[in-house]
C-alpha cells in the first residue's frame, strides 16, 4: 500500500542553520506531495505542494523537489528561525483513494536562538 | 474565502460518557470531509471521510462514528468514550478527491477521557 516515511526526530537546530527533513513514499502510481506544518497546540496547516516530479515547492522559505527517481520529498530551508519551531508532516495523495491524504509520522523541530 | 470551524477546542469527558464533535465548512460547497485523530505523540489517523451529504466511510473500527447530516456539517459521536478515545481531533475539507486539492485542516479539539 501507499505509505510515507519521515527522519526521526526531534531536530534541534541554531537559529540560522540550514535545514533539512528527509521524506520518502511509497506509491502505486504518481501521488501529489505535501508538506504540512503544525505549531504546539494548532492544526495542521499546508505548507508547500508539488503535483508532478521535479516540480519545486516553495513557501515561506521552506522548498522540497519532487524526485520520483528516489521517491523522495526532503523539505530544506537555508536559514530556520526560532518561529520555525514546530512539527513537519509529510504527505501524499493518489487518484485512487477517495481523496485521502497519507501522513508520514511527523518530524518534530526545535530552534535554539 | 473558505473557513473551517470545529469545536469545541478543548473537551473533558468521563469514561462511558458521550461524544459529540462538530465541525463546519464556509465558503466551499459540496466538500470532502475528513476526521482524523492524533493520538499522544504525532502520528495522524484517518477515522472517518465523507464524500457527500449521508456517504460515510470509516478507516477503522472502533468506539466511534460520524455523520454528516448537512453538506458542510461532519460530526464525530461516540456513545460511550473509552480511556483510548483521548487525543487530538482534527477535522479537514478538500475540495474534492483529485489528488493536487490539499486537506485544510480546522484547529482541532483536544480530548481527555478521565
Known amino acids: 500500500g501507499n505509505s510515507v516515511t519521515q527522519m526521526e526526530g526531534p531536530v534541534t537546530l541554531s537559529e540560522e542553520a540550514f535545514l533539512t527533513i528527509n521524506c520518502t513514499y511509497t506509491?502505486?502510481?504518481?501521488?501529489?506531495l505535501f508538506w504540512y506544518v503544525q505549531y504546539p497546540g494548532e492544526g495542521l496547516q499546508l505548507l508547500l505542494k508539488a503535483t508532478k516530479a521535479d516540480d519545486k515547492g516553495s513557501n515561506k522559505g521552506f522548498e522540497a523537489t519532487y524526485r520520483k527517481e528516489t521517491t523522495s520529498f526532503h523539505l530544506e530551508k537555508g536559514s530556520v528561525q526560532v518561529s520555525d519551531s514546530a512539527v513537519y508532516f509529510c504527505?501524499?495523495?493518489?487518484?485512487?483513494?477517495?481523496?485521502?491524504?497519507?501522513f508520514g509520522q511527523g518530524t518534530e523541530l526545535s530552534v535554539k536562538p | 474565502s473558505q473557513t473551517i470551524h470545529q469545536w469545541p477546542a478543548t473537551l473533558v469527558q468521563p469514561v462511558g460518557s458521550p461524544l459529540s464533535l462538530e465541525c463546519t465548512v464556509e465558503?466551499?460547497?459540496?466538500?470532502?470531509l475528513y476526521w482524523y485523530r492524533q493520538a499522544a505523540g504525532r502520528g495522524l489517523q484517518l477515522l472517518f471521510y465523507s464524500v457527500g451529504i449521508g456517504q460515510i466511510s470509516s478507516e477503522v473500527p472502533q468506539n466511534l462514528s460520524a455523520s454528516r447530516p448537512q453538506d458542510r456539517q461532519f460530526i464525530l459521536s461516540s456513545k460511550k468514550l473509552l480511556l483510548s478515545d483521548s487525543g487530538f481531533y482534527l477535522c479537514?475539507?478538500?475540495?474534492?478527491?483529485?489528488?493536487?486539492?490539499?486537506?485544510?485542516f480546522g484547529n482541532g479539539t483536544r480530548l481527555t477521557v478521565t
Open positions: 479537514a475539507w478538500s475540495s474534492g478527491v483529485a489528488q493536487d486539492s490539499p486537506l485544510h
Open positions: 465558503g466551499t460547497s459540496n466538500p470532502n
Open positions: 504527505a501524499l495523495k493518489t487518484n485512487n483513494q477517495g481523496g485521502k491524504l497519507i
Open positions: 506509491a502505486t502510481g504518481y501521488p501529489s
